[in-house]
Nanobody, 114 residues
């Protein structure tokens, strides 16, 4: 059974930091990443990391967020620094397996508020 389980969301003040984790099991994932969906908006890519370690980021988070992956633990992380009000959203872990099937976690809420 394939599972992606997120953790680390919460409430933080503007300028603060959070670290999201996603523990994957049940498959081998070529690509892992994070998407987010703010209320009333479409889900959007935040960051992805590929098997060889290359990454890409949404322009809105470049320089503030860092995605990393621990292959031994099959876990992907999203370090979020200098958080802004507009980063408030539900963050979803994403994985594409070796047969190009996409999998999603249930999401974790990130709220940036003063």
């Amino acid at each position: 059974q394939v599972q992606l389980v997120e953790s680390g969301g919460g409430l933080v003040q503007p300028g603060g930091t959070l670290r999201l984790s996603c523990a994957a099991s049940g498959s081998i994932f070529r690509i892992m990443g994070w998407y987010r969906q703010a209320q009333g908006k479409e889900r959007e890519l935040v960051a992805r990391i590929f098997g060889a370690g290359s990454t890409n980021y949404a322009d809105s988070v470049k320089g503030r967020f860092t995605i990393s992956r621990d292959n031994d633990k099959n876990t992907v992380y999203l370090q979020m620094n200098s958080l802004k009000l507009e980063d408030t959203a539900v963050y979803y872990c994403y994985g594409r397996d070796i047969v190009a099937k996409d999998w999603w976690g249930q999401g974790t809420q990130v709220t940036v508020s003063s």
